[in-house]
């Protein structure tokens, strides 16, 4: 079977994927065998041909099923690009055909341009799902989680947004009137490079705030921030804590500055943006904006707190370091302002 096959290789030109094609050697499994298995030394990645996998780690004494697996699906590029251990376990739950390549293979597939730019997004996305959620307590002593917000998180985001006061949506989106699914699906589908979330979560799993930054493509070397929290959660520091959060995820990023828009009324946020030490300044008619330097947002966070949020995000926001060395390669996903 020819790569061009394979969605990953989708438009390529069969010139560009000669070394990889070489590099890559075909390998077929039985239902029930390992093609990887958790704890060993991460030396090789697979594409999948045919046939269907399943992706599982080890929690606290149980096997948690990540991943399902099926044709054209890559797998085990995270060790690869990571710690070189592997996190997680793979067996065949059909026959599986694979293509299997070594560390100079990797390397002929990041050089094609377009894949490498796919697999940025396969690798972020795979890292957010995989991520723990981060406990933090807020000044009054109760226990939230702080994770990425994952495209699981789609129905109840929706949900939260549509049931939201007037005036909420208002100060949220800059117009009473209810975001359409597209729109609110936009915010969703996110690349965890150009555009990432955090939500934080009540130990029984509700939904109680989001924070999320934008990178639009115009001002390369800003980040635009938006955030809310559920109206039953607010004046607990909740905002305050996710602006911590979303300024550790910018400096992992490499953004020295956050900027945010608000309408004049919205006193919440600019008692937040005041409390953060921002500049302000007009914008559209009605909007102030304000810039906050990223230190200072991670210096709204305890240390510890900090610390915990950087090592679940650094290699999220890098894409396990493609992200950073990839300099001139437009990623695939459009990025648009914030609505
Ligand atoms: C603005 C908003 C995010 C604040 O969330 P929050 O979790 O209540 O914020 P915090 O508890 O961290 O409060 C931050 C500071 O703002 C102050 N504050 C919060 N709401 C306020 C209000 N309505 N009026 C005046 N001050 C307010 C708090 O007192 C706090 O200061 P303090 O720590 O010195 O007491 C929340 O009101 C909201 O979701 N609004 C709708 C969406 C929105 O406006 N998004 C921002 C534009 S994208």
Same mark, same amino acid.
């Given at each position: 079977? +020819?790569?061009?096959?394979?969605p990953?290789?989708?438009?390529v030109? $069969?010139v560009?994927?000669?070394?990889?094609a070489?590099?890559?050697? %075909?390998?077929r499994?039985?239902?029930?065998e390992?093609l990887?298995?958790?704890?060993?030394?991460?030396?090789?990645?697979?594409?999948?041909?045919?046939?269907? $996998?399943?992706?599982h780690?080890?929690?606290?004494g149980? &096997?948690?099923?990540?991943?399902?697996?099926?044709?054209?699906?890559?797998? /085990?590029?995270?060790g690869?690009l990571?710690?070189g251990?592997?996190?997680?376990?793979?067996?065949?739950?059909?026959?599986?055909?694979?293509?299997?390549? @070594?560390?100079?293979?990797f390397?002929?597939?990041?050089?094609? %341009?377009?894949?490498?730019s796919?697999?940025?997004?396969?690798?972020?996305? *795979?890292?957010?799902?995989?991520?723990? =959620?981060?406990p933090?307590?807020?000044?009054?002593?109760?226990?939230?989680?702080?994770? =990425?917000l994952?495209?699981? @998180?789609?129905?109840?985001?929706?949900?939260?947004?549509?049931?939201? +006061?007037?005036?909420?949506?208002?100060?949220r989106?800059?117009?009473?009137a209810?975001?359409?699914?597209?729109?609110?699906d936009?915010?969703?589908? #996110? @690349?965890?490079?150009?555009?990432f979330?955090?939500?934080?979560?009540?130990?029984? @799993?509700?939904?109680? /705030?989001?924070?999320r930054?934008?990178?639009p493509?115009?001002?390369p070397?800003?980040?635009?921030v938006a955030?809310? &929290?559920?109206?039953?959660?607010?004046?607990?520091g909740i905002?305050?804590?996710?602006?911590?959060?979303?300024?550790?995820?910018?400096?992992?990023a490499?953004y =020295?500055?956050?900027?945010?828009?608000?309408?004049?009324?919205?006193?919440? +946020?600019?008692?937040?943006?005041?409390?953060?030490g921002?500049?302000f300044? *007009?914008?559209?008619?009605g909007?102030?904006?304000?810039?906050? $330097?990223?230190d200072?947002?991670v210096?709204l966070?305890? +240390?510890?707190?900090?610390? $915990?949020?950087r090592a679940?995000?650094?290699? #999220?926001v890098?894409?396990?370091?493609?992200a950073l &060395?990839?300099? /001139?390669?437009p990623?695939?996903v459009?990025?648009?302002?914030?609505?």
């Open positions: 079977m +020819s790569l061009l096959e394979l990953l290789f989708d438009g030109d $069969a560009d994927l000669a070394d990889l070489d590099a890559l050697r %075909p390998r499994l039985e239902a029930g390992v990887m298995a958790e704890g060993t030394a991460a030396e090789i990645f697979a594409i999948v041909e045919s046939g269907e $996998a399943v992706v780690t080890s929690r606290d149980d &096997t948690v099923e990540l991943a399902r697996l099926g044709r054209g699906d890559i797998v /085990g590029e995270l690869l990571i710690d251990t592997r996190t997680s376990s793979v067996a065949a739950t059909s026959d599986l055909d694979v293509l299997v390549g @070594d560390l100079d293979a390397e002929a597939l990041l050089a094609v %341009p377009t894949v490498r796919r697999l940025q997004l396969i690798v972020s996305r *795979r890292l957010a799902v995989n991520a723990r =959620p981060v933090i307590e807020l000044r009054d002593g109760t226990t939230v989680l702080v994770r =990425p994952l495209p699981t @998180d789609r129905e109840r985001h929706h949900e939260a947004v549509w049931s939201a +006061s007037a005036e909420t949506l208002r100060f989106f800059f117009t009473s209810r975001p359409s699914r597209r729109i609110l936009y915010l969703i589908d #996110i @690349d965890y490079v150009d555009h979330a955090w939500i934080c979560l009540s130990t029984d @799993d509700e939904g109680i /705030g989001i924070i930054y934008v990178q493509r115009e001002r070397d800003e980040v635009e955030f809310g &929290t559920d109206e039953g959660w607010q004046r607990r905002a305050t804590m996710l602006l911590g959060a979303i300024g550790v995820a910018a400096e992992e490499g =020295p500055e956050l900027v945010g828009y608000y309408v004049n009324d919205n006193h919440g +946020s600019e008692a937040l943006f005041q409390k953060v921002a500049r300044a *007009r914008s559209e008619p909007v102030r904006e304000a810039r906050v $330097a990223v200072a947002a210096a966070l305890g +240390s510890s707190d900090a610390e $915990a949020l679940t995000v650094a290699d #999220i890098t894409a396990g370091g493609l &060395t990839d300099a /001139g390669t990623p695939d459009p990025v648009d302002p914030l609505p």
